[in-house]
């Protein structure tokens, strides 16, 4: 079985300020792979990031970072300097590697950024 | 750039009623998916299809079927749709067989039933 938690709820944040959003999962795989979306007010999720389970890298892409720890089983979010545009859920997922692309998501974090 | 496209962005529907939800996409993919979002359930998958004719049900198939006679096609079908079914529901694709593929979503049909 997976399972991917996101504890926060709903996070809000002053714009400029920098917010982390917790992803932690659990699978029995030595193989998978950890994704974020996005979901804006219109609805659609947007794909964010992939993870494999053997890249442990951090990465960052202007101001989206990640963390990924696997002693923890957590693939963290933060957004730095936060701007309105950035209010929105975001999705963490998780798909097993002897699988079909079939996706686990968390519950998602509502972002409100305040101007 | 993928294109994933649904039927109808809100529907309102009775109880009772045979209600159609269509997804199509642009990209040849292989795997199409339908989720249902609801508040503080996140996404839950209902239904995906690797194939044109295959199927496999996903975390909460109760209460829907699913076709694909076509490859860009795949749609939801709610043979006697309940209130219990009022949601958003996701239409997804993918491309390959493996876990590593992101998916890419519609825009969404939020449904009501009455």
């Known amino acids: 079985a997976q399972k991917v938690t996101q504890a926060q709820t709903e996070i809000s944040v002053v714009e400029k300020e920098d917010v982390t959003l917790d992803c932690v999962y659990e699978?029995?795989?030595?193989?998978?792979?950890l994704f974020w979306y996005k979901q804006p007010p219109s609805g659609e999720l947007v794909f964010l990031i992939r993870r494999n389970s053997f890249d442990e890298q951090n990465e960052i892409s202007g101001r989206y970072s990640w963390n990924f720890q696997k002693s923890t089983s957590s693939f963290n979010f933060t957004i730095t300097a936060s701007q309105v545009v950035d209010s929105a859920v975001y999705f963490c997922?998780?798909?097993?590697?002897?699988?079909?692309?079939?996706?686990?998501f968390g519950k998602g974090n509502q972002v409100v950024v305040i101007p | 750039d993928v294109k994933v496209t649904q039927s109808s962005r809100y529907l309102v529907k009775r109880t009772g009623e045979k209600v159609f939800l269509e997804c199509v996409q642009d990209m040849d993919h292989e795997n199409m998916f339908w989720y249902r979002q609801d508040p503080g359930l996140g996404l839950r998958l209902i239904y995906f299809s690797y194939d044109v004719k295959m199927k496999e049900k996903g975390d909460i198939p109760e209460g829907y079927s699913v076709s694909r006679e076509k490859k860009e096609r795949f749609s939801l079908i709610l043979e006697s749709a309940s209130t219990n079914q009022t949601s958003m529901y996701l239409c997804?694709?993918?491309?390959?067989?493996?876990?590593?593929?992101?998916?890419?979503f519609g825009p969404g049909t939020r449904l009501t039933v009455t």
């Open positions: 997922a998780l798909s097993e590697g002897g699988g079909n692309n079939r996706l686990a």
């Open positions: 997804a694709s993918s491309s390959g067989q493996g876990a590593s593929y992101e998916q890419y």
């Open positions: 699978t029995r795989d030595t193989t998978y792979y």
